[in-house]
């Protein structure tokens, strides 16, 4: 039937309020802007279908019906508050589905409850995207984002999300969980990155909305993976290998290492370090009057100065050495 298409009545009108705005995000999705949470009653028209829809139609709200009832193709609803919903209209109060408008409230405000915030990246991104944290192992052009549900909102799911570079569409997999997600740029990574990528999600709790953006380049994200082939000789000189996952050649992606010496049982990012240092080679000899210690070390893109992968270690005591990346609860 022709009918089915979703119409919502709008073009850059506001209701009730000057600054109130009612906007479409996809198909049978509406949302409501208004300034700030507070008493608020705003009028919101829906249409079931076309015009020559001739038929009795009955509207339910979440798949109850409303009291009193809403009768007709055309209708004004009243939402109040944070209190959105799904409206269906039918051809008879208990008869057949014929279309549907969820509509969502979206504070102008920049307070944000739905997502948690994350600790600041190294200053590199603005306070308003510490909620969404991306990262990629190389640039190749795979690269993962995530996010957290703030406690207080278990539930909350992902609406709508996309990533775009230069208004291109990156294509991105939505984790199983809903905190995550897959994407891949098909940039070429021998170029210089000429534009950003911007990252949306559109996540909502109950009848509330919120939106997410973070902007970035690929040389913002790219961490290095655990390094490999960590060992040390005799003569305790430590080598390793670059990461399997970073790219060839290594004159063109090249890396620096920083390396610390901490104390027998401490953490690679103990404040009282013995050792601290960089390095652009992938060996170094410690000289150190201790005789139990931990030699950790980890990599960093040298031309971006980029974030820092995951350290890896060799425990040393008199008896013996041994190498092994940390586990990932350990990795800083």
């Known amino acids: 039937m022709n009918f089915l298409f979703l119409v919502v009545l709008f073009g850059g009108v506001c209701y009730a309020s000057s600054d109130v705005s009612i906007e479409p995000l996809v198909d049978h999705v509406v949302v409501l802007k208004v300034p700030h949470r507070g008493r608020t009653e705003e009028e919101v028209p829906l249409v079931c279908g076309t015009d020559d829809l001739t038929q009795d139609v009955f509207w339910k709200k979440d798949g109850m019906e409303l009291n009193p009832p809403l009768k007709g193709n055309r209708i004004t609803v009243l939402v109040e508050e944070m ?87 990156i294509p991105c997999e939505l984790d199983a969980g809903g905190s995550g997600v897959l994407c891949q740029d098909n940039s070429c990574s021998y170029k210089e990155e ?24 690929l040389k913002d994200i790219v961490r290095p993976g655990a390094l490999s082939n960590l060992q040390m000789d005799n003569a305790k000189v430590f080598s390793w290998s670059y990461p399997d996952s970073w790219e060839k050649p290594c004159s063109f992606y090249g890396l620096n290492f920083q390396y610390r010496v901490v104390r027998h049982n401490h953490p690679c990012d103990s404040d009282t370090a013995i050792l601290v240092n960089t390095t652009d ?21 040298k031309y971006t100065q980029g974030p820092f992968g995951p350290w890896s270690s060799c425990v040393v005591t008199k008896e013996e050495a041994g190498c092994q990346p940390l586990s990932p609860g350990q990795r800083k």
Do not use: M
């Open 281 to 301: 080679d992938t060996k170094f000899e410690v000289n150190v009057k201790a005789k139990k210690y931990v030699f950790c070390v980890r990599a960093q893109d």
């Open 194 to 217: 000429q534009h950003h990528i911007l990252f949306t999600i559109h996540v909502h709790s109950y009848s509330r909305l919120e939106t997410y953006t973070k902007a970035f380049y």
């Open 83 to 169: 209190e959105g919903g799904n409206y269906s209209c039918h051809l008879s109060p208990g008869g057949q589905y014929l279309n549907h408008t969820i509509i969502f409230i979206q504070l102008d405000s920049e307070e944000r409850v739905i997502l948690k915030e994350r600790s600041p990246e190294e200053g590199r991104f603005r306070e308003t995207e510490w909620h969404i944290h991306c990262s990629a192992p190389n640039y190749t052009g795979p690269f993962r984002c995530s996010w957290t549900r703030a406690n207080s909102r278990p539930n909350a799911a992902v609406l709508l999300l996309q990533a775009t570079r230069n208004g291109q569409q």
